[in-house]
């Protein structure tokens, strides 16, 4: 009984002298929450005050503004702002387009060398060479952006990745359907113990006959595609030329001189620019 009772007592003092420091503890975490939230709230506000624009919405003010001014221009018949509203159209969409065209021309530059580098991987395989040695002859080789393709390949599997997943890394690199291809072909053969020369050998065969087929197809559009490309950019100005002095001479001036230097200046050679590109876009590939 008298233990039972000093137990009691005992508990009965703990409990009284916890619950104060219990209640203290708790009044200092919700003091700690609520100046935490506080700081969230605040931090928030200073985040949401220094967001910046939406980057479509700026684009959108800008297209905006420059119509408003051509149309102005227009109006007013104020060549020298149409010509520099002409150059900034003409700058945003390079700054726009010109990523996306490094990008794909990387892509298709890797795309061309594929079928030799293959090639030369096969003969390095069937002498011998191991897969590891044979890549790093095309790393350190001439084929342009093949070459650093491979290059980071092989520190890839330096560094730990084994060969599906370097190669795995290579197509997602260079997302081309081509490039999936081989990378497909090339695991499908590691995993199931294959002659990976031989494999390597029928898809660089099968690619430069593709290519073959390919330029024979080009060099037919060609031809028409320079009959057009000599009308517009050189018949064109020069008979458009000789009708605005004819015309001239017996009716007196029917173009302003500043319209005239903006169709030989910037029109004209943009036609001749965009037929390049043009032509050069149907280049064929992989």
Known sequence: MIRELITKIGSLTI???????????????????ENNKINK????????????????????????SIISLMIIAV??????????????????????????IKEENRQKNVISQLPYGLRQISIELKAGIGLFDAIK??????????????????????????????FESLAKRNNKKIMKKTVNQIIRTLNNGGNL???????????????????????????????LYMFIAVLIPVILFIMIIAATTVIGPI????LLLVLYLIFFPLIVMTMMLFIRRLKPTL
């Open 15 to 33: 409990k009284l002298y916890t619950s104060p420091i219990d209640r203290i503890n708790r009044n200092d975490d919700e003091e700690k929450y």
């Open 41 to 64: 709230e605040t931090i928030d506000k200073i985040l949401n005050t220094n967001k910046k624009e939406n980057p479509k919405k700026i684009n959108n003010n800008i297209i905006i």
């Open 75 to 100: 109006i007013f018949k104020n060549i020298i702002l149409l010509e520099i509203l002409f150059i900034i159209i003409i700058t945003i969409i390079f700054y726009k387009t010109y990523p996306k």
């Open 137 to 166: 002859t095309i790393a350190h080789g001439d084929y342009g952006q093949l070459s650093k393709e491979f290059n980071i390949t092989l520190e890839e599997i330096h560094y730990g990745k084994n060969y599906e997943e370097a």
């Open 197 to 227: 020369a031989k494999t390597l050998n029928l898809l660089s065969n099968e690619y430069m006959h593709e290519m073959k087929i390919r330029y024979k197809e080009y060099s037919e559009k060609l031809n028409a595609i320079m009959l």
């Open 255 to 258: 173009i302003q001189g500043e």
